[in-house]
């Protein structure tokens, strides 16, 4: 996820659509409705966006220029850093048939034009709850520790946890993926931006921090080191 910098706990949608007063109107309300959107109108420049921007979910128009939907959701399924990503159609009637009524193209949900925007952020939300359940929610508990976005606040057990806003996105990222680990590289394009320029070392100087904030609990450290790969947060349930 490359976070937004205005907000970077907003999830990320690539709306991929050629018509233009529809990718609009997409964009307004799924902005407006918390999202932070990216829009192209080509299945070929939406194939080497996901790359670089790797959105939370995607919204694909089936007839496209250049690259139909279908071939773009079938090639993100063929990549496993893509294998997971959420993606949900959009047909206009007529175009749909058992293939996407059947969801056998790989996407995780599909809509008949003309569809209401308030269907759309519902199904997004919808989606992205199912396939990553700590992205579309104001709070995440894991273990012991909750985080909540929109006060942003942390408690671990009884105790508030006071972070900068650095630590919180680390915090934040980590409770996504529970138990995974995250090299200092996948961590810094995570919660810094690929666009800027900050040493990996900067990520162990946070990491710190955050573990200090943290250590309040008598659980002690939910940080995991991993040994020349970098690091994870165990926490249970
Ligand atoms: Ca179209």
Known sequence: MTPDPANPLRPSVLVVEDEESLATLLQYNLDKEGFAVTVCGDGEEALILIDEKQPDIVIL???LPSVSGIEVCRRLRQRSETRNLPIIMLTARGEENDRIRGLDTGADDYLVKPFSMVELSARARAVLRRIRPGLAEDQVRRGDI???RVAHRVKRGADEVHL??????????FMQHPGR???REQLLNAVWGSDIYVETRTVDVHIGRLRRAL?????GDPIRTVRSAGY???VTG
């Open 61 to 63: 128009d089936w007839m």
């Open 146 to 148: 909750m985080i909540d």
């Open 164 to 173: 900068g806003p650095t630590e919180f996105r680390l915090l934040d990222y």
């Open 181 to 183: 680990v995250f090299s």
């Open 215 to 219: 250590k309040c609990a008598p659980e």
């Open 232 to 234: 994870a947060l165990d």
